[in-house]
Structure formats: structure tokens, C-alpha cells
């Protein structure tokens, strides 16, 4: 897990770790529209979602199965 970092892209976290896709979907993190959210980094979905990145990385690091 200690790739996940604030420049890690979202399809990036997807690739590493497919059983955070619900999760991330849940957020409203997808692979819709122009801008979308797969390309973006964590630290940017973060500043999407009004939360701070460490928070973020937190939370994703907890729904991640060991």
C-alpha cells in the first residue's frame, strides 16, 4: 500500500486494487463524461469529493484487503 500516494491516478488505484471499484463509485468517481475522474489524481478527487487527501488515502487504505 505504499503506493498509494496523493499523485496516484484513479485508474491507476483501480489497476492495483479492483476491489476498491465500489467504493471509488460509491464516491461518484467514474470513467464518465469529458473530464473524467479515472485520469484524475487522488490528491485532485480529493479536492473534488471537499476532502483532504490524507483523509482520503485513509480511507482507501482501510477498504483494501491485506
Do not use: Q
Not at 500516494?5 to 476498491?20: A, G, H, N, R, V
Not at 463524461?33 to 488515502?57: C, M, P, Q, T
Request: glycine share 6%; charged share 30%; with cysteine.
Amino acid at each position: 500500500m505504499d503506493l498509494i500516494k496523493p499523485d496516484l491516478k484513479i485508474s491507476d488505484l483501480m489497476k492495483l486494487y479492483p476491489e476498491i471499484t465500489d467504493y471509488l463509485l460509491e464516491k461518484g468517481l467514474c470513467g464518465c463524461g469529458i473530464d473524467s475522474s479515472l485520469n484524475w489524481s487522488l490528491e485532485r478527487a480529493a479536492k473534488h469529493l471537499g476532502i483532504s487527501v490524507d483523509s482520503f488515502i485513509e480511507e482507501i487504505k482501510s477498504k483494501i484487503k491485506d
